[in-house]
């Protein structure tokens, strides 16, 4: 399995692109700017099948998925349910720097498979959700968790109990070397975030 990491946008959104070589599919997760970069690296793999993957659904994270879909001939992206509306609302944006995403594609639930599973980790916005392909040993995590920080809940959909309670019962109760993928900065480990996140310390 490989793994590129592309920062896009305003805020520098981490867009993840994971490649499985030996069945020929590709996912992008988060697509949140810079649609045109997204593309060309994209297109960069040897693919068969390509999937977007969503995290969550605020707005610096889904506002390039209409132009990646439409230049790929995607014809939904995969995100939880609870944050569908987040998705779909025009209040979905971050004024006056990133207006709500225009001609998205439609969202649906993931589908079933054998490449990662989804780990539900509400907090950040109610349908966040950390995907883990377990082949490659990595998590990807949204705003969920970082390098040495939590996401933010002050944002309309965030509950700062939930994120913790997310954060505790179902990233900290995973194994020390698994390596983790935030939507803003560098990866860093389960393990690394348990011993050195200030958040985390009891």
Request: overall charge negative; glycine content about 8%; some cysteine.
């Amino acid at each position: 399995m490989n793994i590129k990491t592309l920062p896009v946008g305003l805020i520098d959104t981490n867009c993840y692109f994971v490649h499985l070589p030996e069945k020929r599919q590709l996912y992008v997760i988060d697509p949140g700017g810079d649609a045109a970069e997204i593309v060309a690296v994209t297109r960069s793999f040897d693919f068969d099948r390509v999937e977007i993957l969503l995290t969550h659904a605020h707005v610096d994270h889904i506002s390039a998925a209409g132009e990646v879909a439409r230049a790929l001939g995607i014809d939904c992206v995969r995100l939880a349910a609870a944050d569908h509306p987040l998705y779909a609302s025009p209040e979905n944006a971050l004024l006056p720097w990133l207006p709500a995403a225009k001609n998205l594609p439609p969202a649906k639930e993931f589908a079933p498979n054998d490449d990662f599973t989804v780990i539900p980790l509400p907090g950040h916005t109610p349908g966040g959700s950390g995907l883990l392909f377990a082949a490659g040993n990595a998590l990807f995590v949204g705003d969920t968790l970082f390098a040495g920080s939590v996401g933010r809940t002050d944002l309309p959909g965030g509950d700062y109990h939930s994120l913790m309670e997310s954060i505790h019962s179902r990233l900290l109760t995973l194994a020390d070397d698994l390596n983790v993928y935030p939507g803003h900065g560098p990866a860093t480990t389960i393990g690394c975030e348990r011993a050195t996140n200030p958040y985390l310390q009891d």
